[in-house]
Structure formats: C-alpha cells, structure tokens
C-alpha cells in the first residue's frame, strides 16, 4: 500500500501562483509514475500532469503547458506541482495519485487539495 497526503492549496488571485505537495509513504519503491488530477463539482475528475519517478519524463494537459511544473524529490518520495499565472478555471479540487505500472491507471489517491482562484 502507498499513503499519499497532499498540502499547499489555498486560495489565490488570478494571476497569482502557488505550489502544491503530494509526501508518499509506505511502499513507495514500486512507484512508476505519480501525477496530479483536478475535479470540480458536476465534472469528470482531469488529467493535470505526470512524471516518470524514475527519469522524470513529464506530460501535460494542454490547458496547463506553460504555466504549471510537475517535479518530484526522489529522496523525499515528494512530488511537486507549481502552479504559476493562475486563473479561475484552475479552481478544483487537486488529487495526487500515483501508479505503479505503466498503464494508464492509478493505484493509489490523495484525498485532494482545494486550491481556489478568485479574478
């Protein structure tokens, strides 16, 4: 089992930034990827961005190139999401989620982050 505990949400202006962290525990050493997802209320929980733990190939949804960085501290097994130039439509609540096969699915979730931004 992988424990996931995100931090860092909050409410900002527009244009503003903030950085969220996701500290993994347990066990940890089969993790392949870990990425970050958003859900607002009435939607379809969203890809955000992922990276490879090992190499650190990163992916990005289209509505966030450009202004969010996905990073991870392997010795912390923290991963990292700034979040720079933010705007309205980024309000949702932020999940962690790690996996640890190649697939498209996630094994393990966070219980999620609000990150809120007002214009």
């Known amino acids: 089992q992988v424990q996931l505990v995100e931090s860092g949400g909050g409410l900002v202006q527009a244009g503003g930034s903030l950085r969220l962290s996701c500290a993994a525990s347990?066990?940890?050493?089969?993790?392949?990827?870990m990425g970050w997802f958003r859900q607002t209320p009435g939607k379809e929980r969203e890809f955000v961005a992922a990276?490879?733990?090992?190499?650190?190939?990163?992916a990005y949804a289209d509505s966030v190139k450009g202004r969010f960085t996905i990073s991870r501290d392997n010795a912390k097994n923290t991963v990292y999401l700034q979040m720079n130039s933010l705007k309205p439509e980024d309000t949702a609540v932020y999940y962690c989620?790690?996996?640890?096969?190649?697939?498209?699915?996630?094994?393990?979730w966070g219980q999620g982050t609000q990150v809120t931004v007002s214009s």
């Open positions: 989620a790690a996996s640890q096969t190649p697939g498209l699915l996630y094994d393990y």
């Open positions: 347990g066990r940890t050493f089969g993790t392949y990827r």
């Open positions: 990276i490879r733990w090992t190499g650190g190939i990163t």
